[in-house]
């Protein structure tokens, strides 16, 4: 199920991750912090996601685990629809190392799982200020 809430906020944030629970949290979180968000539990709807609305998703928060692929392979095929998305993987199985994509492709950056919302948030803001 895809879950949308794009309102007044600038920037949007496409939230990725099969723990529905999970997504929800970091939804209602970063809704209240003004950013618009897109939701989705499979790396197939995310794609879709991406391919539907091209440059206007401009982060990608995903969990590197995902059903039947993964966050890496779902930021590439991601790629060919907005050049300019940068992405947040989080996980609590892998470390940064094996998340990264090369500098052609992506400016990564990674959180580990659990973590608190307050520092997703100063993440996000980060990232999407061009503070990384």
């Known amino acids: 199920m895809v879950k949308m809430r794009l309102g007044k906020a600038s920037r949007t944030i496409l939230v990725v991750d099969d723990d529905s629970r999970l997504r929800r949290v970091i939804r209602q979180c970063l809704d209240s912090e003004g950013y618009a968000t897109l939701e989705a539990g499979n790396p197939q709807t995310a794609a879709g996601i991406c391919r539907k609305h091209r440059e206007s998703v401009d ?60 520092e997703l948030v100063k993440k996000v803001r980060q990232i999407l200020s061009n503070k990384m």
């Open 59 to 118: 982060l990608l928060l995903t969990d590197v685990a995902l059903p039947g692929s993964n966050g890496k392979e779902l930021a590439r095929r991601v790629l060919p629809y907005n050049a300019n998305i940068k992405v947040l993987f989080m996980s609590g199985y892998v470390d940064v190392a094996n998340v990264q994509l090369s500098p052609e492709e992506f400016r990564c950056q990674f959180i580990q799982k659990p973590f608190r919302l307050a």
